[in-house]
């Protein structure tokens, strides 16, 4: 787990990217909330052996990354800090699965390895995906985009209070954390007595901050709903936008653009 | 215990998906009826202490390895099911979306077993059912550590089953269980001692918190809930196993190739085996067998069906690699292009 205070410096600076003012940004929420959902599941849908399929794909992040003006160093880091699960996993893959599906040339490759690299291909692919969402639209749009495709209102309005407050309540965290750590000496004084009371006392601070915003709420009139301007509309841009990345997408499902690709180099090399 | 997309296949994706999201819809439905404002901000921050709780870590006697909270089974004691639910898969959509911890289509997974197993599963089921009205000190701890114990097996389980259901990871069922259910109950225990250290803390600091969950409970809401959940878990075991079919069936003939050596077998079972690799490149077979045959055999026309769709077996490997280094350096170029492009219309506003 990371720190509170490396992972709020994550947040803000996603966040920051969000009020980014390329052509991508301003287009509306919903249209990349479903391109971004047809990529997905085009890429999770291939069989477990193939690898050579899913490397089209890369077009998709790849334009949006570079249209978008995101700093790809930064999102390729976030993609390699969080495939952990899915390594650990996919690596057991090769240990399994021994049968020899690859020949390339003299080197013969077990499907465990095919199965393995294309784990890891789908973890960079889906996650690049949904970190590229996020950059290019900010969570409050991403939000109100899914309330308009059919979230329940309490959801979302739990949602925006959570990313209201987040920064606050982990910014006490990281305090409280950094506190301890402070004052205990290597594991001691880390325990689950002193783990138990610091997080009893934060949550009894995060509870009387509840009961005065729910004051000052009241006191500024609020009556069970947030009243949101209807801002953006899916014009014919977006239309075009979910259009042509679906079908790109649904394509490339279908067709195996890179070993066509290669089939025809090797076929006029040879 | 996050599910990413890369282990998922988009059936077990989707039926996950549709169980949470009727998780979700149902608790908000419950919310809205209860009209209890208060409740709002109190699951907006209590959201973000969860969050910040999960990265801070206290370090377990005696193991030299570190814990921190869940938070599932605290919030549902703290909250009742449906405000817990619904503050756990928000933060569970704030780390997909911002730290991709798990991934979008993971994240129906993940809702059900952080959230619905803890929430709505163990928490009407298990706890509140043992717990009682007054309990005492040795029944209370107890309670707490088996439903936290009972909510990361179930999770842990349910993660085993998404992945085995989905195919993707080639890791038997019996093996991944075997590794995942004693990691969880150590997980279980640290997270049974966590959750009653809070509660007891709290209930010395501030009791009124605790006593106002405790009160009667709708004994027919909690049926509702119970059976929805049921139907739930049939619809998702039921698509599991639909699902699941298919690649049992990869994994055989996959055992069945390793067996087979002599090179007349090898042709019968690699076009089984690279279904769809070599069904687009036997579905040109002028690409491959025309030039390829062509220097060593000159009648090229002679050859048939059969050894075509060999030499199309033993090219794929390489036109594969090569399509996907050729792919590689035209995904790039083009992202290099598009952002050359974007700094030149740029560079004259500057």
Redesign the interface.
Known sequence: MASVHGALLDLKRLDLLARGGTSLHRLDPRAKVLATLVFIVCVVSFGPYQLSALIPFFIFPACLIAAGRLPAGYLAGKVALVAPFAVAVGICNPFFDRGILLHLGPLEVSGGWVSFASIVVRTALTVTAALTLTALTGFAPICRALVRLGMPKTFAMQLLFLYRYLFVLAEEAGRASRARELRSFGRKGKGLASYASLLGHLLLRTWQRAERMHMAMLARGYTGTFLAAECGRFGARELLFVLFWSALCIIMRLYNGAELLGSLVTGYLS | M?????????TV?AAMWAVSAGG??LC??R??RE?D??L??????????L???????????GTGS?G??TGGLLLAI?LGPSAAL??V???L??Q??????G???ALGCNIFNLGIVPALLVYPLCYRRLIGTAPGRLRETVVTFVSALLAMQLGALSVVLE?AAS??????LD??LLLMQPIHLAIGLVEG??TL??VS??RK??PE?LARQSGPSATSTRLTLAGCLICALLIAGGLSRFASV??DG??WS??K??GATSLPEHRAGLPA?????QH??AR?PE??I???AA?GQAPAAASTAPQGMAVAG???????????V???LL??G???I??RS?RAAVAPEA
């Open positions: 996050h599910m990413a997309d890369a282990l998922l296949s988009p994706g979700v819809a908000s439905a919310l809205c009209r404002d208060r709002a901000p109190l699951m907006g921050v209590l959201g973000g202490f969050f910040a709780a999960q990265m801070i870590n206290f370090s377990i006697p570190s921190h909270l703290l619904l503050t898969a928000s933060v959509m704030i997909a979306f911002f730290f991709a911890d991934g979008l289509l992945t195919g993707i990871s080639a890791l038997p093996k991944f001692a966590v250290a809070v803390f709290l600091a501030r918190l298919k690649p990869l994994e996959v055992a190739l390793t085996l690279l279904t769809a690799l687009k490149t040109f690409y491959q025309a030039p390829a220097p033993k090219g794929s490997g390489v036109a594969g690699a090569v399509g996907t050729i792919t590689v995904v790039a083009a992202a290099l598009l952002r974007g």
